[in-house]
């Protein structure tokens, strides 16, 4: 069954913001990717008051702003932790052990992969090959990347984002 | 020209056309399920599968044009292979409940896996994707479990109609068609045209259904008083088997009488009602500087849309309601005075070619008579569902005329349901009320067709009255859009939503281009052979006005037969 | 064995993102050598030189510049396919980092070729960190004049804009990838049309790989006759190959095409790491899996092809013999389940129902029917799907099966595999 997964009210703030960033595209389909990276920053999550705003701003529908957003893996309609640890999933990483580098991460940070820390600091997703494969294993969190993987080197690298040791 | 050779047999079509339409001419009947014949190509089903010599790859005859000296085979064992194994992955993501599904028997799907021979049990597991069925909006019921993502519906919604009520979400095999962030369909801007339901090959869309109530309300003892729009008598037959464009007034009245109506009236008489109230707020727009120009509000579906989309522009809209809603609201007044019945036992049904109806009568501005002034509006396709259920042989039918004291209709009315019938039927009166004098001519065959927009200059005594015609939403907002610049130069616009007119309406049996020119012209030549073919000399309009309105826009008219429209702008946000 | 760097020649040695210290060794001589010259000369070197597209299909580079060279336009588009989404690759990645001037030189290259004035890079979002080395990169062309109004003051003018992607494996198509860069979900387009005459905006566009376009100027510098005196004759030229998974040394490395797989896995990346050699696959996801005794491989287009794999993007993925193929394969068909744009029937249905045939095999559940079913199901997808991400899903089904029978067999046995047995946990 399909629960309602789009619970999120973003702030009024935040809308003027996302106003802000789509403005300038109106009549611009071509920049709603742009648009909507931007506006990821900005935002915790792609709610739907965000696709509302970006789509009466550009002049396109919200349908199209939605069925545009769930369609890529890295935009997302669900709030992220200020850390999003991306578990690359893919076959290079796969045969270095990339299970036992998951299972460190889920046990340090006692949630499972797709889910987000209740601070709201931490999220754990898999993503298809980060293209690193000459330090698989490798993991990516917000932009920065780290490779040569064991369960206990990635526990000391999320210690240090624990810390905002970074 | 290029030679070409499907199925061994050597033929001559032109450069340029499809594998699919080269089979066709000779013939050969290539299978296909996302294909729509009034719509873009979309190549995404993967049944129409082809072999074209010379290439590893089956080619998808749909979208894979011909070219000089192609070698084409249409049904080796690998490409029926290819089409089964397709066909099996879609019904294996498919509910399996056809038996009780709204569209058994007039399913494309269903259909496909009789042509295609499917007869062994599926190789996999069924699932399905679980997502409730959304009966939220009182015009369409949407059943997301069911789609099989050909994307006609996108299509229809999105770029005839503008809209937007749903598009495709999510990715891969989680993609499915719904409303952004699973929205109710009655929270979207959804105007309930049924456009969507017309082109979904399966029960993913359909109309609706209120035809439970009706049997409802004929055991609960209520006087069942229906009106009948002028688009049902050229659909009603097609939705029971006939031509398109079969013609059958008498039929339907005597099928209606049959299924337990008491009272059946003709549409036709609310449309002449609907021209002269209209026709008169025109005539008093152009002599007292009103909002110009004023644009037609019978169709409900277009309302809405302007509400939504364009609420600004809202007093452009003639204040005359619909014919149905005019009607609804005689028939509790006028008509219950006449016949003597107290109108809280009325049950007042309106049969409609339309979706977007359903929603127009629960407008709760709609209560002029004291009571819901239309209690229930069924589609065509609903009412020749109860006429199947009822055992009616419907063909072999003798006539009944309509029931006195609306019986009778304009020519004018009868081509209410055509694109620009609204228009011409406008004309025809205000030319007579402005001149005092005869039409030279009936026809005003500038405003007829299927163009998206038609446009045409009358000249009314000197004054030189500019229409136009548009129908189908996207057409609608492009007018808008000209409205809004002040760059629509008109003293009145049609708008109708459904391409083509009511006759092309969410309620009618499936549609395409070539049956929505048949019922044109079949309602044109209905107007041509009534008696009266305008507005203003139909007796029982003649009649209402001496009786009860006294004249055209009088206070008792207004509170009867106009009404204001809301701004929907909140639907967007 | 010795690497040919012909791509990877500035590798480390220039600033990659100032266009200054790119041109310090002899960078956009080729361009300038190319402004003056007529369109068709531009493709007439590419064909002698025989070059073929680097992005996984191996078609050769100057008929794609030809369709829309021959298409009449008021615009052209050049695009850059940098959206390296091929599982195990990482070669565009270390160009784009290590030398973006040459991909821009070859771009512009192109765009002359076929009378084009604007360029799009592609970036895949999971390289985030290479977006501002382009940035800088571009800005830095810009200031030198190889870039912008007038080019190296050739009055041809001749820009580049950034795209990204947002995490999409099928953007790496290349009509996906002008439906993304257009703001649309990035589905593939039907073809015909193609590209060539109605690609990116409805433009004729030429689009191709990082690898391929880098290859343009050393070509135009150097002439076809040199180009054609490197590899094998039906691949000229150097290739990168990715080589990752259980091998000694990883990471990526130039050799003429039709190198033996055999010498790059054991003389130039000291053998098989951990184990010994249960597998290889080459061209990534969507290549063939084959068994230690098919290794003795060259790697060139062709040859690949020959043995039921393609060469694709060069990658080498090597699996030691604490894996098992089927749970490979597995792997491999979650990637392309859950990359699948969901349009066409075969791949978002075929993806999905494949998966699960395998993971009942890999549980120790399945019969011959499954694979039978597996097979039917593969080589339709092959044939009938929309786009190449639908046809690839069935390759490393199909060629393990082929070639790691008797693996197949031992899991219709029972379930006595150590790896399926042991669920990783996705």
């Not at chain 2, 569209?103 to 009789?114: D, I, P």
């Not at chain 2, 073919?533 to 037969?561: D, M």
């Not at chain 3, 070729?113 to 800088?136: D, N, Q, T, V, W």
Request: glycine share 10%.
């Amino acid at each position: 069954m399909v629960e309602n997964r789009y619970e999120l009210t973003t702030p009024a703030a935040q809308l003027v913001e996302v106003a802000r960033i789509a403005a300038p595209y109106k009549n611009k389909p071509e920049m709603l990717m742009n648009v909507v990276i931007q506006v990821q920053k900005v935002v915790p999550a792609l709610s739907e008051a965000v696709a509302a705003v970006i789509a009466r701003e550009m002049g396109i529908s919200q349908t199209h702003v939605s069925g545009f957003i769930t369609f890529y893996a890295m935009l997302s309609v669900k709030p992220h932790g200020k850390y999003i640890v991306r578990m690359c999933k893919s076959a290079p990483c796969h045969v270095r052990g990339a299970q036992e580098i998951v299972l460190a991460l889920e046990d340090q940070l006692n949630i499972k992969m797709g889910e987000t820390t209740e601070d709201g600091r931490f999220t754990l997703e898999y993503c298809p090959c980060l293209g690193i494969c000459d330090v698989s294993p490798a993991i990516m969190i917000n932009d920065k990347t780290y490779g040569d993987l064991t369960p206990d080197s990635v526990r000391e690298i999320i210690k240090r984002y624990i810390r905002e040791d970074v | 020209m290029v030679n070409i050779t499907i199925d061994g047999q050597k033929l001559q079509v032109p450069e340029g056309v499809t594998i699919l339409e080269a089979a066709r001419t000779a013939n050969i009947n290539i299978p296909t399920l996302c294909y729509h014949e009034d719509q873009k190509i979309k190549s995404v089903c993967r049944i129409c599968a082809v072999e074209v010599e010379g290439q590893r790859l089956l080619q998808a005859a749909c979208s894979y044009p011909v070219a000089e000296g192609m070698v084409i085979r249409t049904s080796t064992p690998t490409v029926l292979n290819a089409r089964k194994n397709n066909l099996e992955l879609l019904l294996a993501h498919h509910p399996q409940d056809c038996l009780v599904c709204g569209k058994n028997g007039r399913c494309e799907l269903q259909k496909l896996t009789q042509d295609l021979n499917m007869n062994k049990p599926l190789r996999y597991e069924v699932e399905t994707r679980g997502f409730p069925i959304d009966d939220s909006s009182p015009c369409i019921t949407r059943d997301p479990n069911k789609c099989i993502l050909c994307t006609r519906c996108v299509e229809a919604c999105n770029e005839v109609q503008t809209v937007g009520t749903f598009s495709k979400q999510n990715r891969g095999y989680e993609t499915v068609v719904v409303t952004p962030y699973d929205k109710k369909t009655v929270d979207t801007p959804c105007v309930g045209c049924g456009q969507c339901v017309q082109v979904c090959p399966v029960g993913a869309l359909t109309i609706h259904d209120d035809t439970d109530r009706i049997y409802k309300e004929l055991v609960g003892g209520k006087i069942l008083v229906a009106q009948v729009a002028p688009s049902v008598r050229v659909t009603i037959a097609e939705a029971l088997g006939e031509d398109p464009g079969t013609i059958s007034p008498g039929r339907l009245v005597t099928a209606m009488k049959k299924l337990g109506f008491h009272q059946v009236f003709d549409s036709d008489f609310s449309a002449d009602l609907t021209i002269m109230e209209e026709g008169y707020e025109l005539l008093d727009r152009i002599k007292n500087g009103g909002t110009l120009p004023m644009i037609t509000s019978c169709c409900p579906g277009w309302v809405k849309f302007c509400e939504t989309f364009s609420p600004k522009e809202l007093d452009h809209l003639s204040s005359a309601k619909s014919p149905q809603q005019m009607f609804g609201a005689v028939i509790k007044t006028y008509y219950a005075e006449k016949a003597g019945v107290d109108p809280k036992d009325i049950c007042s049904i309106s049969i409609m070619p339309c979706t977007a109806k359903k929603f127009e009568c629960l407008r709760p501005e709609f209560h002029d008579s004291g009571y819901q002034d239309v209690d229930i509006s069924l589609t065509v396709v609903e009412l020749a569902n109860m006429i199947k259920a009822a055992g009616i042989n419907f063909k072999e039918l003798e006539e009944t005329p309509f029931d006195t004291p609306f019986g009778l209709g304009s020519g004018a009315g009868e081509i209410f349901g055509a694109t620009g019938g609204v228009m011409e039927a406008a004309l025809r009166t205000v030319y007579e009320v402005i001149t005092g004098k005869e039409l030279p001519r009936l026809d005003f065959t500038e405003v007829r067709g299927v163009e998206g927009l038609k446009e045409a200059v009358i000249d009314i005594d000197g004054l030189e009255v500019k229409v136009a015609v548009v129908h189908s939403l996207s057409n609608a907002r492009d007018m808008l859009r000209k409205v809004r610049a002040g760059k629509a130069d008109y003293h009145f616009i049609e708008v109708m939503a459904c391409p083509g007119g009511c006759v092309g309406g969410g309620g009618t049996p499936v549609r395409s281009w070539k049956k929505v020119k048949a019922r044109l012209d079949a309602a044109y030549e209905l107007d041509k052979q009534l008696p009266i073919r305008k507005s203003h000399e139909n007796p029982a309009i003649k009649e209402i006005y001496a009786e009860f309105l006294g004249e055209p826009l009088s206070e008792k008219a207004h509170h009867l037969l106009h009404t204001s429209y809301i701004s929907r702008k909140d639907l967007l946000s | 064995m010795e690497e040919m760097h012909v791509l990877l020649r500035n590798r480390g040695k220039i600033i990659p993102t100032d266009a200054k210290s790119y041109m310090s060794v002899g960078g956009y001589v080729a361009l300038k050598k190319a402004l003056s010259m007529e369109g068709a000369d531009i493709i007439q070197v590419l064909k002698d030189a025989g070059l073929r597209g680097r992005g996984g299909a191996g078609f050769p580079t100057y008929l794609k510049l030809q369709f829309a060279y021959n298409t009449e336009s008021d615009e052209k588009y050049i695009v850059c396919n940098a959206d390296e989404g091929e599982p195990g690759t990482n070669k565009d990645r270390v160009l784009l980092s290590e030398d973006p001037n040459s991909i821009f030189e070859g771009m512009a290259i192109a765009a002359k070729a076929i009378g084009a004035h604007k360029g799009f890079i592609y970036l895949r979002s999971e390289y985030p960190y290479i977006r501002p080395i382009l940035i800088e990169a571009l800005e830095s062309a810009r200031q030198a004049g190889c870039l912008g109004k007038n080019i190296l003051g050739s009055g041809y003018d001749f820009d580049i804009e950034l795209h990204s992607g947002a995490g999409a494996y099928v953007c790496g198509e290349e009509t996906a990838l002008f439906e993304s860069i257009e703001g649309n979900r990035g589905e593939p387009r039907y073809r015909p049309p193609y590209p060539g005459t109605k690609g990116l905006f409805g433009k004729p566009t030429a689009l191709n790989n990082v690898e391929t376009l880098a290859n343009i100027p050393p070509i135009l510098l150097n002439g076809a006759e040199w180009y054609r005196s490197i590899g094998s004759p039906n691949s000229p030229g150097t290739k990168l190959f990715t080589v990752c998974g259980n091998v000694n040394k990883r990471g990526v490395f130039e050799f003429p095409m039709g190198v033996n797989l055999k010498d790059i896995l054991y003389d130039v990346c000291g053998g098989v790491a951990d184990g010994e050699l249960l597998a290889v696959q080459t061209g990534g996801s969507s290549g063939a899996i084959i068994n230690p005794d098919q290794i003795d491989l060259p790697l060139d287009i062709d040859h690949v092809s020959a043995s039921g794999g393609r060469l694709g993007c060069g990658t080498i993925l090597v699996i030691n013999d604490k894996n098992c193929v089927v749970d490979i394969v597995k792997n491999n068909l979650d990637f392309f389940r859950s990359e699948s744009c969901g349009q066409c029937t075969t791949c978002r249905e075929g993806g999905t129902r494949l998966y699960e045939l395998i993971c009942h095999i890999s549980s120790g559940k399945g019969t011959l029917k499954d694979i039978e079913t597996i097979k039917d199901l593969a080589n339709t997808m092959r044939v009938s799907a929309l786009c190449g991400l639908g046809h690839s899903t069935a390759v490393p089904v199909l060629s393990s099966l082929q070639n790691f029978e008797e693996v197949y067999n031992r899991h219709l046995d029972g379930n006595d595999c150590s790896i399926c047995g042991h669920d990783r946990g996705y």
